[in-house]
């Protein structure tokens, strides 16, 4: 796919290009990291879903927060960009001032929050009650910030490190947004059969106000588990990339570049927990979303 427009960023996932006037245009590609490898194998569909289901979030909570997107029509973007290759996984966004944190929530114990509770008893440096299992429910979601590391991994650290970062007022204003989002996305979802376990927004400035931004409540941001399958004590398989995962979780691989070719059965298994995630959440069928018809 050919974009004619200055070339901004490009991560394990997304590209990013300055569209002028103020915006930028995020492309959503197929592309999937595990251990922070990126695979050989795209994904089918991966950057379709990440971009419907953040569309649909965006629109939901429309009434709650702003946030930077202005459209997801081909038809709106610059000359020389609207590739029919590029349908359904564009987004063309106004551009923030983001926050140097990623603001977490989680609502269940897992993941590195688990693996310092195990060692602990804490989760980011504040005590959790005792006897709390793997994939326990907290007693209430909780706001877990982390940096954002340029690279490696991202660092947890406390509520007062994040005021040391972005003051006491945005920390504030970050932490309760956080936390009412993740509650009513939590609720709608669990209305599904859908549990979000944790999630990450990433929150910035547009003239002046919060904004969400980026991507927001999808099976790369969340940890999204089927709700018939969830027993403290025992990890849910999530709607994600985890059958890639599991396969290379059972070979002899450090976990460094290149990684292993992974199987057609891995491939299309992973597309499926995608596609399955968005259309239980939001109830449309992904060959409804651009690109999916032909």
């Not at 897992?110 to 709390?132: C, D, F, I, N, V």
Request: charged share 25%; with cysteine.
């Amino acid at each position: 796919m050919t974009i004619d427009l200055p070339h901004v960023y490009s991560g394990k996932v997304r590209d990013i290009y300055d569209a002028g006037e103020g915006r930028l245009l995020l492309v959503a590609s197929d592309r999937i990291s595990a251990f922070d490898v990126v695979m050989a194998e795209p994904i089918p569909d991966k950057g379709r879903v990440l971009t419907a289901m953040s569309a649909f979030w965006f629109d939901h909570f429309a009434n709650i927060v702003p946030n930077h997107l202005i459209s997801t029509d081909l038809e709106d973007l610059p000359p020389h960009a609207d590739d029919p290759r590029l349908a359904g996984r564009v987004m063309l966004c106004r551009r923030a001032e983001m926050l140097p944190i990623e603001c977490i929530v989680r609502g269940y114990l897992s993941g590195s929050a688990w693996k310092e509770y195990r060692s602990s008893g804490t989760m980011h440096g504040s005590p959790l009650p005792g006897g709390l299992l793997e994939s326990s429910r907290l007693p209430q979601p909780v706001f877990t910030p982390s940096t954002k590391a340029g690279e490696g991994h991202d660092l947890n650290i406390s509520f007062e490190e994040a005021v040391e970062l972005v003051g006491k007022e945005v920390a504030v204003k970050a932490r309760d947004l956080s936390l009412e989002l993740y509650g009513r996305g939590a609720d709608l979802a669990a209305g599904k059969g859908i549990i979000i376990a944790d999630t990450k927004f990433e929150l910035g400035f547009i003239e002046g106000e919060l904004v969400v931004a980026d991507e927001i409540l999808t099976p790369d941001s969340s940890r999204f588990w089927p709700a018939e399958a969830w027993e403290p004590g025992s990890v849910p398989p999530s709607f994600d990339k985890q059958p890639v995962r599991d396969y290379l979780d059972g070979l002899d691989w450090d976990k460094r570049p290149p990684p292993p070719a992974l199987p057609a059965a891995v491939v299309s298994a992973s597309s499926a927990r995608y596609r399955e995630a968005y259309e239980r959440i939001t109830g449309r069928d992904l060959a409804d979303w651009p690109g999916g018809r032909v």
